[in-house]
């Protein structure tokens, strides 16, 4: 089974109105620039197939 792991991607920060409804309060976004990058992570688990290397999309670093 492939990796199911996940980085803080697209990750909000959510509150209870008091009635079970959630209000999201910040929204991360995704920033690009003009020498943008992203760092692929190793995420391999006990169960990759073939026992081959997994890897992820890191965080992206919007450059300058």
Known sequence: MPTQAKLGYQTF???DD???TFNTI???FRL???SSKV????ATNMSSPSQTKEIIPG???PGQ
Do not use: N, S, V
């Open 26 to 28: 910040i929204e991360i």
């Open 59 to 61: 965080m992206e670093d």
């Open 13 to 15: 920060l959510q509150r």
């Open 18 to 20: 008091g009635t079970g």
């Open 39 to 42: 760092d692929m992570k190793d």
């Open 32 to 34: 690009a620039g003009p």
